[in-house]
């Protein structure tokens, strides 16, 4: 067990709607992080909240957006959803005091959109 | 971009073999980090390399950074069915740090 929860575990949904996936750090961990692993692929970083703050951007859709709220929790909302959206998304936290920081990620949520 | 290439992308081996996968970059790296990532599970840090050259072991895992930290290598003696999974490389680079996951290397284990 990381630390890192996040929920729901499955989510179904059809093309057009919009989720809202959340994640809840380990404790004392500032930094969230958000990827997006599609089938038997690597995974691709969408974008890094620090303290609140918007820090790093990855391959982040438009349609996607997060936030970062003052207790720390982080939510992905996916929007305008495609057939192509649905992946197993990460998130994953971190200290970030210092250069060294390895990743907590917690156990993911299968988005599957029909 | 980020120039990071992850070799093999796959690799089946016998168990009691040896393994290896090796993490390229274009530039030089300020650090890598090593994650392994189970069959339907999620990603677990292995190691954080920092230094020119260095090499660290993790049991029957050994862990290297090029003298140039331009490469790293993961090397596992004698697999076991435990060590079946995918492992990612990622390079973090100056600035704001951020890492970037390779595309890994998928290793299976032939019993």
């Known amino acids: 067990d990381s630390g890192v929860t996040q929920t729901p575990k499955h989510l179904i949904t059809a093309t057009g709607q919009r989720v809202t996936l959340r994640c809840s750090p380990r404790?004392?961990?500032?930094?969230v992080y958000w990827y997006q692993q599609s089938l038997d692929q690597g995974l691709q970083f969408l974008i890094q909240?620090?303290?609140?703050?918007?820090?790093a951007k990855g391959n982040i859709l438009e349609r996607f957006s997060a936030q970062q709220f003052p207790d720390l929790h982080s939510e992905l909302n996916l929007s305008s959803l495609e057939l192509g959206d649905s992946a197993l998304y990460f998130c994953a936290s971190s200290a970030d005091r210092g250069r060294y920081n390895e990743q907590f990620f917690g156990p993911g949520t299968r988005l599957t959109v029909l | 971009g980020q120039q990071v290439m992850q070799i093999p992308q796959y690799q089946h081996v016998q168990e009691g073999e040896d393994f290896t996968t090796y993490c390229n970059s274009s530039?030089?790296?300020?650090?890598i980090q090593w994650y392994k990532q189970r069959p339907g599970g999620h990603p677990v840090f292995l190691i954080q390399?920092?230094?020119?050259?260095e090499v660290k072991k993790q049991k029957r895992l050994t862990f290297q950074f090029g003298e140039a930290k331009k490469n790293s290598s993961l090397h596992i003696t004698a697999t076991q069915t435990t060590d079946v999974g995918t492992y990612f490389c990622a390079p973090a680079r100056g600035g704001n740090e951020k890492l970037t996951f390779g595309t890994g290397t998928r290793l299976t284990i032939i019993p």
């Open positions: 390399l920092v230094k020119s050259g």
């Open positions: 909240y620090y303290n609140g703050e918007e820090r």
């Open positions: 530039t030089t790296l300020s650090n």
């Open positions: 404790s004392g961990d500032l930094s």
